[in-house]
Structures are given as C-alpha cells and as structure tokens.
C-alpha cells in the first residue's frame, strides 16, 4: 500500500487515476478537503476495493501516526498544499500553515513510525515530496532552471515550498529518511481548479472578460 496526500486536489487526483488504472498496489488518500479538493474529481474510483480515503489534516501528527501504523504503507507521496501565488499574496498565512508546518508533521509523524520498522522496511521506504519551479524564482536569460539553479522564491506561496522543500532535504540529511522531491512546472489538464492559468484564460476567454498576464512585457 502507498499514501497520498492531497489527493482529491488536481495533480493528486490524477495520480490516482493513473495508479489505479495501472497497479493492482492499494492505496489510501489523505486529505481535509479545502476549496480545491473535490472527492468528485475521483468519480468512481471511489468504490475500488483498492481505494481508501481518510479525511484528515496533515498538521495532525497524531492522526497521520495513527493511519501509519495501521496500515503500514511502503511509500508516502505528498501532494498536499495550498498552491495559488494570488491568494498567498492576499492571505499567507495558511500556506505557511499548511505547506510548512504540514510538511514538517508528516515528516515527523513517518519518522516517529519509521524508526519502529524492521531495517529491511525501513531502507525500502520512500517520501515523495511534489514540489514547485517557483521555489527558483523568475526564470533569467538562459531560459530554463535545473536542479542546481538556486533558490530564490519571490511569494508567499514559492517561500512556504521552498522551506518545505528545505525541511524534506533536511530529514534526509539528518535522519536517513529516503526522500525524492520533484518541481512541477505549470501542470494543467483534467480536474485542475479554474484559478490557475490554463483553465482561467479558456474561461475567461469564453466569458470574454479580460485574460491576467503577469510580467508581460
């Protein structure tokens, strides 16, 4: 079995799409359902027998302990966040809520139960943290980051990622947690909230009301 995190949000959910329709691994969602979760965008994959759901808070480390230990999952892949520059800039304070303190609860909570596994399970377990570009700020004249571009987050919202980001490399370092961490860039498709670009210019378009581009020139 495997976590995931925020899975009724847009990248989340279509993880699980995908890992349903191609793995027999049983899986468990964890997720509070904030405005951009939606257990809709899961549809039928709901009444798989694979497919579990818990509606739970990251920030609860005694609640996320409580699942681990239950059902003892070989990974955890963390979805969870808030996501959208606009309203980290207008409210910040749950994106440090959630993105930080959240990140560093569930960190604590699978090394707390991480440290009872036998050495085998141990070494076999991996935490997938589902990061950001933004973290590397405005992208400069050479047209492309990687993964030795420096931070420089520039929001509310890139800074809350890239301390998490942060946290994640440092429970590695520290403690010999296994961690992979990936920086998407611009995701768009099937079941993405209408606040972010792609689905807010076609609606908008559609609407004929005005596109918001930032930093044109």
């Not at 976590?3 to 993880?15: C, D, H, R, S």
């Not at 994106?95 to 699978?110: D, H, P, W």
């Not at 992208?139 to 942060?166: C, I, Q, R, V, W």
Request: proline letters at 6%; one cysteine or more.
């Amino acid at each position: 079995m495997i976590f995931v995190t925020g899975a009724a949000g847009f990248i989340g959910a279509n993880f699980v799409h995908h890992w349903l329709g191609s793995t027999d691994e049983p899986l468990l969602v964890l997720d509070v359902l904030t405005y951009a979760g939606n257990l809709e965008s899961l549809g039928e994959l709901r009444q798989d027998p694979r497919f579990g759901f818990a509606r739970v808070d990251i920030c609860d480390r005694a609640a996320v302990a409580e699942l681990l230990q239950r059902h003892r999952p070989r990974a955890l892949l963390h979805f969870a966040a808030e996501s959208h520059v606009d309203r980290s800039i207008g409210g910040p304070d749950a994106f440090v809520r959630t993105n930080i303190v959240g990140t560093f609860e569930l960190l604590e909570a699978v090394r707390g139960w991480r440290a009872g596994l036998d050495a085998e399970a141990a070494a076999a377990f991996r935490f997938l943290h589902v990061s950001t570009d933004e973290v590397y700020g405005s992208l400069g004249d050479e047209g492309m980051f990687t993964e030795a571009t420096p931070y420089a987050p520039n929001s509310p919202y890139s800074a809350s990622k890239a301390a998490s980001d942060h946290l994640v490399r440092a429970f590695h370092h520290t403690y010999g947690l296994p961690v992979l961490t990936t920086n998407c860039s611009n995701n768009y498709g099937p079941f993405q909230f209408p606040e972010k670009v792609i689905p807010l210019f076609v609606t908008n378009a559609l609407d004929d009301a005005a596109l918001p581009l930032y930093a044109s020139t």
